[in-house]
């Protein structure tokens, strides 16, 4: 039996970077958690028919965050800088602000990916999740899946070779 309170609100977290990956905004992806959870509870009635409530709660999150951003029309805005910038201890300052410009461009590159491969790259490579999971919250067939993730992590390789081996 599916509890709300158990097995529904810890997942907010997860359900908060989702929608702040496909908004690129935060107060944007609050709200839709917020949305979502209340979708979630509505729902609630009918989570003995649920096989997984974290692919649920997933695929109504990106469904909203999807639609809303179709509304606003901001898919190429930029992800906040403050996200996540804390770079690794690095044994000089020079090594940490090359390894700090590093990640600022894999980061830019995964902005810029369409939202299918960000997806798909936040769910497995970011959240953790198996395949099967990716492919029920998606909607698509594994294959699908590990095919647009292998794309999104070949775009990105190769463009940041172009940018570190030759500049912009």
């Known amino acids: 039996?599916?509890?709300?309170?158990?097995?529904?609100?810890?997942?907010k977290n997860r359900l908060y970077r989702l929608a702040l990956r496909i908004t690129l905004d935060t107060l944007d992806a609050?709200?839709?958690?917020?949305?979502?959870?209340i979708r979630v509870w509505n729902m609630r009635e009918d989570f003995d028919?649920?096989?997984s409530i974290e692919a649920f709660s997933?695929?109504?999150c990106r469904n909203l965050a999807l639609d809303h951003i179709s509304r606003k029309e901001s898919q190429n805005?930029?992800?906040?800088?403050s996200y996540d910038t804390t770079p690794d201890v690095a044994s000089t300052p020079?090594?940490?602000?090359?390894?700090?410009?590093k990640r600022s461009w894999v980061m830019k590159l995964f902005n810029e990916l369409p939202e299918k491969q960000r997806s798909v790259m936040q769910l497995r490579d970011i959240e953790g999740k198996s395949y099967r999971e990716i492919a029920q919250v998606l909607g698509f067939t594994e294959e699908q899946v590990?095919?647009?993730?292998?794309r999104?992590?070949?775009?990105?390789?190769?463009?940041?070779?172009?940018i570190d081996n030759y500049g912009l």
């Open 94 to 101: 020079l090594q940490a602000l090359l390894l700090e410009d």
């Open 1 to 11: 039996m599916i509890n709300f309170r158990d097995d529904v609100l810890p997942l």
């Open 30 to 37: 609050e709200d839709i958690v917020q949305e979502t959870l």
């Open 152 to 162: 999104a992590r070949q775009h990105i390789r190769q463009e940041f070779e172009k």
């Open 58 to 60: 997933l695929t109504i």
């Open 49 to 51: 028919k649920i096989d």
């Open 77 to 81: 805005e930029q992800l906040d800088e």
């Open 146 to 150: 590990k095919v647009t993730l292998f």
